[in-house]
């Protein structure tokens, strides 16, 4: 019993820290990307409105009855 | 999903603070679009450090646990690590810089020749704001003053503790000045939407150029706390067709009243 945990312990050679930061970056740009891809769908809906303002398909005014 | 809305999704009436709010105002000048962006922009690298700071903490209390690993390392150095830990961050605040200055040197672009100059005068605890560009019948240039509207007068519909009697009036999609300055003590002219905020401080006139880029009611508060009627700020946006129509049929009266009382 005691040789077989001590020869589980000498196989396990702990974590390998190149791949545990690869791992992280990856995780980080995945969460960071999906963050920019909300951004760029604001930035899209933000243009769409300017530009139907401008083409005079919506508008912002009340008019007077 | 209608809880969901319920929580997170407002409509907002106006351009103005609503109940709860996490995010920004929704941006009206090309200023605060541009703020919005810079904001969104740092956010990805503030998703980027925390996700991979976050993993790398958990994954080290797991690997390092007691139990797993009964008898700690004694590491004292790691000189690649060490290397790669400090040129990595330092490259980061690089990508933040250029956006960040790029921005900021637009903002402190001085419009050469505006439409429209309005100088807004700090009091405690209301606003006098003057239109020099126009003049009336005696040479005198259009003012009035702004006050909040008291607690318990507001009209059905409008917001408490926001709303003034006499609005600023200007023109959408038009470059304006607004010149900043107080009469006593120091204030702040602040619209969120428009992304603006200037300090009012005795003894100096302080620029600030927008263009409102939508028709609509832009609200604010002096950001420099003076005591108990905190002035309120409110800018109405107006078709360029309309602004004409609107300085002689509101501004004068208001002008005329105010020199009355």
Known sequence: MTAVHKIGQASYRGPSIFKEIMYGLTAGLIAGGLWKRYHWNLQRRNKEFYDMLERGEISVVVEDE | ?261
């Open chain 2, 1 to 261: 999903m209608i809880v969901l809305e319920w929580l997170f999704l407002t409509i907002a009436p106006c351009d103005a603070a609503e109940p709860w709010q996490l995010g920004s105002q929704d941006a009206a000048t090309p200023i605060m679009q541009g703020v919005m962006d810079l904001h969104h922009d740092i956010f990805f690298f503030l998703i980027l450090i925390l996700v991979f700071v976050s993993r790398i903490l958990v994954r080290a209390l797991w690997h390092f646990h007691y139990k797993k690993n009964p008898i700690p390392q004694r590491i004292v150095h790691g000189t690649t690590i060490e290397i790669l830990r400090t040129i990595f961050p330092s490259i980061i605040p690089m990508f933040i810089a250029i956006p960040s200055f790029v921005l900021l040197y637009s903002m402190d672009e001085v419009v050469v020749d505006p439409a429209i100059t309005i100088k807004a005068i700090g009091h405690q605890w209301y606003r006098t704001y003057e239109y020099s560009d126009y003049n009336s019948s005696d040479e005198e240039s259009l003012t009035f003053d702004s006050y909040t509207i008291p607690e318990d007068d507001p009209e059905l519909g409008q917001s408490r503790l926001l709303e003034v009697d006499n609005r600023v009036v200007v023109p959408a999609k038009t470059n304006l000045r607004i010149i900043v300055t107080p009469a006593d003590v120091p204030h702040s002219w602040a619209v969120p939407s428009s992304g603006v905020k200037c300090d009012a401080v005795p003894g100096r006139s302080n620029q600030t150029s927008i263009s409102v880029q939508r028709e609509g009611v832009y609200y604010g508060q002096c950001s420099e706390i003076r005591g108990t009627n905190h002035a309120s700020i409110v800018v109405e946006a107006v078709p360029r067709k309309d602004y004409g129509s609107r300085v002689s049929n509101q501004l004068i009266p208001q002008t005329n009243q105010t020199g009355e009382a």
